[in-house]
C-alpha cells in the first residue's frame, strides 16, 4: 500500500470485535439442538463469512425440512448472554487504531442495532460513532463492493485511496473488485488460506495494523516477497500466488479513462517452467479422481461464481470496458460452464466392440489427454476462461491459463474461486504476461503440454500450429468470424431488427468473433427495414461501463479504434454511404476513453475491406441482395465460417438455408448464439475442434483401443 491511503475501512465482526470465536461455539450448540452434530471447525469451514440466508437453507437442506419463520427465537438468549459476559475488542485493535492518523469507518454486513450492540460493550462505539455503514444501506446482505463504495462516497474518498480491513475471504474479494486494497487479517478463526491472493495483504496480529496498512504486512514468504509487491496482483501457480521473477509487472488499464486498474505479475520463462512442471505433477492424481468427485468441485466453482456475480462482473467492467449490466450477464453465463461439464464428465464413456475372433474382446476407451494451455482473448474475460478450463478440468485434465494481457483480473478472481472451491495445487494455474509472443512460444512448445486451446486471430492461429507441429500437440482453436446476418423479405420484423442491432452491437460493442459483420438485406424489405435500423443504432447510449443504461463501452484500446474507423473511412473512400457514427467520441465523458460512435454504412459491396474484413468494432455495414441462391453465395464467400445468422417464416427455407450456410454456427430466427449445451467452433479458418456440448469435453480426451486376448 502507498501513501496514498486516506481511509481504512474496517469490518465489525472478527477485526473490530472478537465475536467470531464467541459465535460459533453458540453455533455449535444451536445445531445440535436442531439435530445437526457438528464441530466448531466445520461450522468456520461451512458457514464463516456467508450469510444467515445461506446457513438456514444448508439447515434445512440437513434437516430435510423448512425452519419456521422465528426458530432462532428460542436461541437468542445463549448468543446475548454469551456476548454480554465475554465480548472483548479483537486483541491490539485499540492499540492499532491509537496509531492511525488517517480517516476511519466501519461497513459491515450486519445491522446498524446490532453494531451498535456489539461496538457498545466493547468500547469502540464512540470512535466510530457517524461513520458506521450497514449493508442493509445498499441491499446486501453481505460484503460486497457497493457497500465499500458506498461507505467511501459518504466518506468522501475516492475507492483507489482505500483500504478495507476483513477476516472473510468475500469481504478482501468485494473490496478488491471495488477497487481498493484489502488487507486479510487471518488472527482470527478463518484459515489464512482463504484470505491469501492476489494483491491481499495477509497479516495475524492487529499490532502489525498500521504497518500492514503501509505495505509491509506479514513478514510470510508466501503472503509477501517483497514489501513493493504488496500493491501487485500475483500469478497462481501450483496452489500459491507468486510473483514473477525479479519482480516484473505490466499495468491493466481501464477502456474507459484510461485509468491504471491494476499492477500484475509479468510472467516469463521461469514461470512457464513452475507452471508447466506443475500442471504434469498434478495430472496424475487429478486424472484418476473419480469423474464424480471432479465434477463435485466444478459444481461447487458455480456456486461460489454465483454468489460472486456481481464482484465478478466489476472486474470484467474495469479490464474490458463492457456495460456492467452485460458484464454480469457474460458472468453468470460463464459459470453455466462449470455446471454443465461437472454433469458431462461422467458421461464420458468408451465402448465394447464385438470381435469376429472366439476369445478376443475390444475395448475403446477415452482417457484424459494430459495438462493443457489455454489462451484465451480479453473480449469476454470470464466466458472464455471457463468455456476452456471446465471441460478441461472435468474430463481429468491439468490448465495453464494465459489470459490477454489486457484482461488478467477476472481470471485470476476465478482462480482464487476455484482455489476456495478445492481444486487441487498444480491443477489449474495462471500465468499472467503481457510478452505474449515470447511466452506463447515458449508454453506453446514446452514438452510437458499435450494439448493447446486458443481463442483469437486466424493469424495467430496459424502460427500457433505451425509451432505445435514441432511436438504434434493437439489443438482446438476458435478463429476469426465475418459473420452476415441475413434479412429475408418475409422475415418477421420487429425480431429481424432487434436481433440485427443486438448482435451488431450490443456483444462488447461488435467486439466478438461471433457478431454479425455484414448484414445482408433483401431488396423488398430494404426500404423499410434500413431505416429503422439506422435509427436503431442512434438511440444506442455509448458511456463507461458503470453509468446507468450505457449499451456500448469503449473499444480495447487505440489500436483497435484505430482499425474500426480506417475500415470505415475506406469504405466511404469506395463509395459507401455513412448513414450514422462512424467518428470518434469526444468530450465528457468519453475524453480519457477509447469510445466511437456506432456506424452505420449504406450501399456496401462485397470488394470492399469492411466487407472482406473482421470489423471487430461497432460498424455495420448493409449489403442488399435480390435472390435466396445470390445470398448463400455471398454469404459464403469468405475463408471464415465461425457464424451465420438469417431470419425468414418460409419453414423451407429455414431448412435449405441452414444446410448451405458454410459456418459452424447457425442461428436461425435466432440471434443469442452459441449456448453450454451445443458445440460451438467454425468451418474453414474460424477453427479446429468445438467447445461446448459432448463434444466439448471429448477435445481433451485420447482414445485408446484395447485388444483383450482371453484365451
Known sequence: MTESVRLVIFDCDGVLVDSERIGVRIDVQVLAALGWAMTEAEVVERFMGRTDAYMVSQIEAHLGRPLPADWEAPYQHLYRRAFDAELAPVPGIVDALERITIATCVASSGTHERMRYTLGLTGLYDRFAGRIFSASEVAHGKPAPDLFLHAATRMAVAPADCVVVEDSRFGVEAARAAGMRALGYAGGLTPRRWLEGPGTVVFDDMRELPAARAGVGSRSAETVKEDRMADVERMYINGKWVAADGGATFDVVNPADQTVVARVANGAGPEIQHAATAAHAAFGEWSRRAPKDRGRILLRVQDLMEERRDELARLVTLENGKPFEEAKKEVQFALGYFGWFAEEARRVAGEWIPSPQPGKRYWVLRQPIG?????????????????????????????????????????????????????????????????????????????????????????????????????????????????????????????????????????????????????????????????????????????????????????????????????????????????????????????????????????????????????????????????????IRRANATKYGLAAYFYTRDTARLVRVAEQLEYGLVGANDATGYTHEIPFGGFKESGLGREGGHEGIAEYTEVKSVVLNLS
Not at 403 to 429: C, D, M, R, Y
Not at 459 to 475: F, N, P, S
Open 371 to 631: 495438462p493443457v494451455a489455454a489462451v484465451t482473448p480479453w473480449n469476454f474475460p470470464a466466458t472464455m476462461v471457463t468455456r476452456k478450463i471446465a471441460p478441461a478440468l472435468a474430463a481429468g485434465c491439468t490448465v495453464v491459463l494465459k489470459p490477454a494481457s489486457a484482461t488478467p483480473l477476472t481470471a485470476l478472481a476465478i482462480a482464487k474461486i476455484t482455489e476456495v472451491a478445492g481444486l487441487p495445487p498444480g491443477v489449474f494455474n495462471v500465468l499472467t504476461t503481457n510478452r505474449s509472443r515470447l511466452v506463447g512460444a515458449e508454453l506453446l512448445t514446452h514438452p510437458l503440454i499435450r494439448k493447446i486451446g486458443f481463442t483469437g486471430s486466424t493469424d495467430v492461429g496459424k502460427g500457433i500450429m505451425q509451432a505445435a507441429a514441432q511436438q504434434v500437440t493437439r489443438l482446438s482453436f476458435e478463429l476469426g468470424g465475418n459473420a452476415p446476418f441475413i434479412v429475408f423479405d418475409d422475415a418477421d420484423f420487429q425480431p429481424a431488427l432487434e436481433g440485427a442491432v443486438a448482435m451488431k452491437f450490443l456483444r462488447v460493442g461488435g467486439q466478438s468473433c461471433i457478431c454479425a459483420n455484414r448484414i445482408y438485406v433483401q431488396r423488398g424489405i430494404a426500404d423499410r427495414f434500413v431505416p429503422a435500423f439506422v435509427e436503431a443504432v442512434k438511440r444506442l447510449k455509448v458511456a463507461p461501463g458503470f453509468e446507468p443504461g450505457a449499451q456500448i463501452g469503449p473499444l480495447i484500446n487505440e489500436e483497435t479504434r484505430a482499425k474500426v474507423h480506417s475500415l470505415v473511412e475506406d469504405a466511404v473512400k469506395h463509395g459507401a454511404k455513412l448513414a450514422a457514427g462512424g467518428h470518434y467520441l469526444g468530450g465528457d465523458p468519453y475524453t480519457k476513453g477509447y469510445f466511437y460512435a456506432p456506424a452505420v454504412l449504406l450501399d456496401v459491396t462485397d470488394d470492399m475491406a469492411i466487407a472482406q474484413e473482421e470489423i471487430f468494432g461497432p460498424a455495420a455495414p448493409i449489403l442488399i441482395f435480390d435472390t435466396e441462391e445470390e445470398v
